[in-house]
């Protein structure tokens, strides 16, 4: 059986060196990766894959969720454009989507949801670190799916974002917090498959725990491709 495609967006600027990362962890996964980003030529085209990856990046801008702008945020407007149609689109097609920090972010909007723009000065209580490495812990939430896919001990992970789930969207629900209670991943409650966590996964190949991040995508994706149930298909993991 192919493997089931998955469309991978990322920035301009750090997208060379963040797909090959994000690339290897689906081919691991049982996937294959394809680029997409903003500026280009060849738009992406939803026909062509099995699943979806909204990958980090700069701030998304509160003009998607009625929220005011501080002055220290970085904006990508064209990326913007393009991830939220991606996002609604895939919904609409039933097609599994993983969103990666920002990309969790954006899942939530686009499914009706808001950010604290400034997560660290709303959760004072919260660690806040900026790096690739495993400096903050986070606690996933019992009986969750991504509990059932990491198991529920606290974890490790990195941290290199300023903003965080505020209001939730549509069928999402809460699946892991910081210690400051700051919301750290998000999923759907039903089909098609949806899962956000705040932290960059594809940094953390060598865990057991975070490659199986990618694998439910991947299963959910061939489930999609099978015309079959893709919560199903995650829970078999």
């Known amino acids: 059986m192919s493997r089931p495609v998955i469309g991978v967006t990322v920035s301009r600027r750090s997208g060379w060196r963040i797909f090959p990362l994000v690339a290897f962890n689906l081919w691991l996964a049982g996937g294959r990766g394809r680029k997409w980003q903003s500026g280009t030529d060849t738009a992406p085209d939803l026909d062509d894959v099995d699943g979806v990856i909204i990958g980090g990046g700069d701030d998304i801008s509160p003009d998607l969720y009625g929220g005011q702008l501080v002055t220290s945020a970085r904006l990508e407007p064209a990326r913007d454009a393009l991830e939220h149609d991606i996002v609604a689109d895939a919904m609409e097609r039933g097609i599994p989507v993983l969103g990666i920090c920002r990309g969790a972010q954006m899942l939530n909007v686009v499914l009706g949801g808001s950010l604290h723009q400034d997560a660290y000065g709303t959760y004072t209580a919260s660690k806040h670190v900026w790096t690739i490495l495993p400096r903050k812990r986070v606690m996933v939430t019992a009986e969750t799916r991504l509990a059932h896919i990491a198991g529920t001990a606290p974890m490790i992970v990195n941290a290199l974002h300023s903003q965080a789930v505020d209001r939730l969207g ?49 299963n959910a994706a061939a489930a999609y491709k099978a015309n079959r149930s893709q919560l199903k298909a995650v829970d078999r993991i």
Do not use: S
């Open 170 to 218: 549509c069928d999402l629900n809460v699946a892991a917090r910081d210690d400051g209670g700051m919301i750290q991943a998000v999923e759907r409650t039903k089909d098609p498959f949806a899962l956000g966590v705040q932290w960059h996964p594809e940094h953390l190949f060598y865990a057991k725990r975070q490659r199986a991040v990618f694998r439910a995508l991947v």
